[in-house]
């Protein structure tokens, strides 16, 4: 007689590309690593197929689901993936019509009831924070106990929507199973730096500001829980040593908050004293206030920091609720060119307000704050986030797969949607014709060959030569592409 098996929970990435995101690497599915573990803790065996990473369509995705003997299936959604990850559970409900399908993640947490009339793919969907969640639904459905009594699910019964009691966020982040085995690890690389393994890390979840197009401040409840340092740089040291990662991105939307905690990860890292590179995100006013302790950041590995600054006037930025002083923003970004460490940043373009006038305007101001890479991004207006009603009236775009920052949305009052398009370009290419020659100058050769070859990954992306193709741009300008094949 045959043993029975464990049942499977299969987590599939909705195979979604937009251009800028990938454009660096390829990065781990961080939340499938938690959740994967959650389910294991539940008694299931798992399974993480990283579709998108693998740069794989819906053939080989049906491929994958036959071969795959899976009882559960899972992915997840932003709102501009929110399209593919139900046509991922749409297939894998073909393949296997009894398998019990689950998603999550900031779009459908928000939009649970447009989600359950889209499709009949969805069985459930996990609201908020998952992994306690989804532990606590698979052993309901495993015992077979009402799930209806499980916080923070949405579902169907009887063709009524029921969503469930509000979950708590979990208060020890430290006790997370992390599945790392469960990785494919070889998809894995950093392109900006020579024979990497990029991983990623958390340290942190949640921020308590309120950017009102921020989706993350509206998720954790502008809540922030911070790990024990000594963990972080534990875990660090065991993905390096086990699986050879030696890129890291801090994957946290506000890993600065508390300077004390912050500190001390940046001494508790220098202390392991391993050859790595670690990319992250903060806020300018944290640069200011670490302006004495900036050069620990490189000395823990730190390369790479992004800032938002998202606007160029006062105006706007008060408008978005950043809590920022145009002043403060070159001021951070000084500071961090003077430790020798990249800085990027993006500017937010498109508002109802916007005119050609505007946007020259804030081309200006990007390239007086003269980072070392520049976004210069469509105003998406997220359908659950604070700024929505404001713009509702201007948005000419209702397919969420366009909602990728990349895409206009908003239609201004003085400005066409392929204005927008073609504008957003330019500032592209006018920034990068500007500095350039800067870059081949530099003293600095990581710096030099770190940002020569971002710029030439950016314009050689498939988006950049996409969008070239509008307007009257043309091509890569000569002198790009000469100082370009001079640097190869």
């Not at 502008?222 to 972080?232: A, E, F, L, T, Y």
């Not at 145009?326 to 916007?354: M, N, R, W, Y």
Request: glycine residues 4%.
């Amino acid at each position: 007689m045959e043993a029975s098996r464990a049942k499977k929970i299969l987590f599939v990435t909705p195979p979604y590309h937009c251009g800028v995101v990938e454009v660096a690497g390829r990065w781990i599915p961080l939340n499938f690593v938690y959740l994967a573990g959650v389910a294991r803790e539940a008694g299931l065996d798992a399974e993480i197929y990283d579709a998108m990473t693998k740069d794989h369509g819906y053939p080989e995705i049906e491929q994958r689901l036959q071969a795959s003997t899976f009882d559960v299936v899972a992915t997840t959604a932003i709102t501009s993936t929110i399209n593919d990850a139900l046509k991922t559970l749409q297939l894998a409900k073909q393949i296997n019509p009894n398998a019990v399908s689950i998603i999550g993640g900031v779009h459908p947490t928000f939009c649970y009831e447009e989600v359950f009339n889209t499709t009949d793919a969805v069985d459930y969907i996990i609201c908020g924070e998952g992994e306690t969640t989804l532990k606590a639904l698979l052993m309901a459905l495993e015992k077979g106990t009402d799930v209806a009594e499980v916080p923070g699910v949405a579902f169907k019964r009887d063709g009524r929507v029921i969503k469930t009691a509000k979950r708590c966020f979990r208060e020890n982040l430290d006790d997370l199973p992390a599945a790392w085995d469960l990785l494919d690890w070889s998809d894995y690389k950093y392109f900006v730096i020579p024979n990497s393994r990029l991983g990623a890390i958390s340290t942190s979840r949640g921020c308590d500001h309120d950017c009102i197009f921020c989706s993350q401040q509206k998720f954790w409840e502008q809540s922030w829980r911070g790990r024990d340092p000594q963990k972080v740089a534990d875990e660090i040291q065991y993905l390096f040593e086990i699986y050879g990662v030696n890129v890291f991105l801090i994957a946290d939307e506000y890993p600065t908050k508390d300077r004390e905690r912050w500190e001390a990860l940046l001494d508790m890292v220098i202390a392991k004293d391993l050859p790595i590179y670690l990319l992250m995100e903060t806020r300018v006013p944290d640069i200011i206030r670490d302006r004495e302790i900036l050069w620990k950041y490189r000395k823990a590995g730190v390369v790479h920091i992004y800032i938002g600054i998202e606007a160029t006037d006062q105006e706007t930025l008060d408008f978005i609720k950043k809590e920022l002083d145009v002043d403060q923003s070159k001021l951070a970004l000084d500071l961090i060119h003077e430790h020798g460490i990249i800085t990027e940043t993006s500017f937010v373009l498109g508002f109802p307000d916007e005119t050609k006038k505007s946007i020259e305007k804030t081309l200006k101001l990007a390239q007086y704050y003269n980072p070392d890479n520049a976004h210069f991004l469509a105003i998406t207006p997220w359908p659950y986030a604070d700024m929505f009603n404001d713009v509702k009236d201007y948005i000419k775009v209702h397919d969420y797969a366009k909602y990728n920052l990349i895409d206009p949305i908003i239609e201004p009052k003085r400005m066409s949607l392929l204005q927008v398009d073609v504008a957003i370009v330019d500032c592209y290419r006018r920034f990068y014709m500007k500095k350039l020659p800067e870059v081949f100058n530099m003293k600095d050769p990581f710096k030099r060959d770190y940002l020569m070859k971002a710029m030439k990954l950016i314009m050689n992306s498939s988006f950049i030569i996409k969008k070239l193709g509008k307007g009257t741009l043309g091509k890569v300008p000569a002198m790009i592409e000469e100082m370009m094949a001079k640097m190869s």
